[in-house]
């Protein structure tokens, strides 16, 4: 934290007009006052849920016992990760046939996922009462839900990423759940009390002593048994019926990323950190992830299998748990699949050994004896070097395991007897295109078919692109692949496809699809060569008379430039006069460009905003005058660019977020045309990161130059136009501690500029309230204003004389430079 002499400027709560960004697609259905919508869908595609939240989280929803360790905010009362997304304040339930939608009555759900029953009309999620969480289970068929108050749920490290739940149905209407573990039990109290004079302090701490040799780069880091200690969690089985809670067995209390149910919901794949206590010793500040099998339909569970980190149900739709794992191995990628009993117990895998070139397969140490005409499967997916698989999916055919893979040119098909090539069509391979396979994928028998063809099966996937979204038809035989698209929609000019979800009902492909923020959701069929609609559409809650007006999308406009990669300028929001700002967008040289640049800080200001993509070429004996002059050309050709080729006339700021704040400070100060900067989160002392930073991976010692060159304290003197710095007040990166921006803050007053600083409270490195993103864009637009009229230094330097300016600090607690004599 800062110390006690900062202020916090400017920062009460106020309401904000916030605007979604132009990629929905994560958080489909963009309604009004700031809200989007969330659509769930059953597997099957007979029920929905559309949940209801801001679009932005409050800083009400923040819970000031928050305990930070390295970069993750833990909120002890969650046993978990402090979620990062809004609490959902409706949730509605919609079923197929049924044009009415049914409200819960539910508020604050947590963004930790819905759990849909596989066969039964049944839904289950999180609630939060007060600071605690509760499992809650719906039959949306009776309409009638029960929050299960006296049972208390955590969230663990769900919230981390990756898509997984924290809730899972299995067994007969049971429901898997994280669950905090027991408290340990109390010390039994002596059996008399103690003689003689009161005992002195508990503890008494002695000195501590540390002791390496080099070379290496020595951290002082919490480990992992103290995030255990605030976020470990246990898998426990619920029985909504009665409410009886029983533990799953497990090697301890876990740090646990999620739960996927097998498709009989016998068993669960748990996804969890290994080495935490901290008996694995860590080489990098990442959490080490595994995964772990559990069965579920026993009353004492039999045992907590270790499985490698790639295995997968592989969705068979049968009535087995088989489990595919892929591995690196020199010639290809091995898949490996369990026996078709599914038995997996500990000890089944030596840490993914490879033999003669093929898996070992998942098998129990006692397997259960398989006919000779069903060994257990070993696939190899070859592919060139350079081109491995992008996405694959393990699926059954005939009764064996079948391997669909996606590469850079085409989709191979894998049996133990036979590859394939399958050419992809050319609206997959589009150039710039971003296609995206779903996680679904299915084998069916297309023997319907009306263009003459033989009845043999095929593999149905879905496909979304960028306003695109379909079904990829693999033909098996013909070794051809098609793709059948959605049907345009031409009743509102926001009717593309934000989300859809398929599946294979009654032998028939089908795909449900939402059009637009507002459309809902249409259901189409698989007919011949076209989607056709099924039924009308389904209904979403109603909309807000009023609707947000979204940022625009970024329109591309390119300026010449002396290699393929440069910097391009993509102007966001409209404006010739008045002040531009230049925001700058840092990629190392060769990456593959964002497509979207809208920065999340930037989200509610009007002011003229343009993006410089910059791809540095930064090698490995990268010198300052080098990296100097890609900087600053980029600047000056995109200064030039707005100038003269977007006819921009007003002054212009540059500015930017983490590595791009240090670029931003960086041109400001080696470039006498720009008014001033803005930068977010930056890294102002490149000392506090000594073994690299960003593209740099030599230390400060090899290269004192490089890492003076970009720290702005260093250069704080060469800051003669105003500068704005912002920075979250619980920043835990290590390599921007909010007190070296105040250091910064100072150094610029020090030497005669003028600062501003905005510290945010509740903040980490990116900043994602509500009412802090609505401060940043009051403070961005009237930053930008001031700098319409003169803005440089006024006072002439002198050596060995100190430098006074008075400045308005703006509201909050005064800022005054100290006046006097430095020696």
Known sequence: MPPEPLSVVDVRPRAVDVRPGPRTAAVPGATGDGEVDTVEIRPDLTAYAVLSAAALPSVSDYNPATVHWRNLSVDP?????????????????????DPRLWALPLRTLPAAGLAWHPRLPLIAGLVQRGREVHPWTADYAARRVIVHERVRAALSLTPHGGGRRCLAWCGDGELALLTPPPPPPSPAPPAQPPQGPSPGPAEVRGPVVCEASGPGHVVFLPGLAELAGLAAATVSVLNPATGGLRV?????????????????????????????????RQTDDTLRWSRAVVRTDLAVSDGWSEVPRTARWTGNGGGDDTIAVALALPGGVGIGASPQDGTVQEGTVQDGTVQDGTVIDVRSPRPRPLPPDRPPARLTVSHEPGDAPQWWRCLASDDEPLVISRHRHGLRLTTRHTTHLVPLPPEI?????????????????????TDGGDGTDGIVLEYAAEGRA?????????????????????????????????????????????HGSRLGLRRYALRGDRLEPVGGPWPLPARHARRVRPVSTPGTTLFPVSEPDGPRLLPVTPGVDGPQLLWIHARGYGSSPTS???????????????????????????????????????????????????????PVVVGGHSFAATLALYALAHRPGLAGAIAHSGSYNRTLTPDGFQYERRTYWQAPDVYRAFSA???????????????????????????????????????????????????????????????VAREHGAWLLARSGPSSRTHSRSPGRSHTRSHSPGPGRDSTPDTSERT
């Open 77 to 97: 009362d969650l046993t978990g990760l402090a979620p990062s997304r809004s609490r959902h304040a409706r949730i509605a339930l919609g079923r197929d046939g």
């Open 248 to 280: 799953l067995a497990a090697p301890a209390p876990l740090l646990i990323g999620g739960l996927e149910p097998s498709p009989t919901g016998r068993r669960l794949l748990v996804d969890h950190v290994v080495g935490t206590d901290d008996s694995v």
């Open 429 to 449: 391979l589009r150039p710039g295109g971003r296609t995206r396979l779903g996680p679904w994928a299915a084998v069916y028998d297309h023997a319907d078919r």
């Open 470 to 514: 379909g079904l990829l038809i693999v033909d098996r035989e013909r070794r051809t692949a098609r793709v059948v698209p959605v049907p345009p929609v031409r009743e509102e000019d926001d009717g593309s496809p934000v989300g859809c979800w398929a599946t294979v009902r009654d032998g028939q492909p089908q795909l449900t699809v939402q």
């Open 596 to 650: 979207a640049y809208s920065h999340p800080s930037l989200s509610g200001t009007d002011a003229p905003t343009a993006v410089l993509d910059l791809p540095l070429r930064w090698p490995a004996d990268a010198r300052p005058a080098d990296l100097h002059r890609q900087i600053t050309g980029a600047v000056d050709a995109a200064t030039h660019a707005l100038r003269e080729k977007l006819g921009r006339t007003g």
């Open 713 to 775: 304290l260093d250069f704080a003197g060469r800051l003669d136009r105003p500068v704005l710095l912002v920075h979250g007040c619980e920043d835990t990166n290590p390599a921007t501690p909010p007190d070296q921006a105040v250091a910064l803050y100072r150094a610029v007053v020090a030497t005669g500029g003028h600062a501003r600083l905005l510290l945010l409270p509740y903040e980490g490195h990116t900043f994602r309230h509500r009412e802090s993103l609505d401060a």
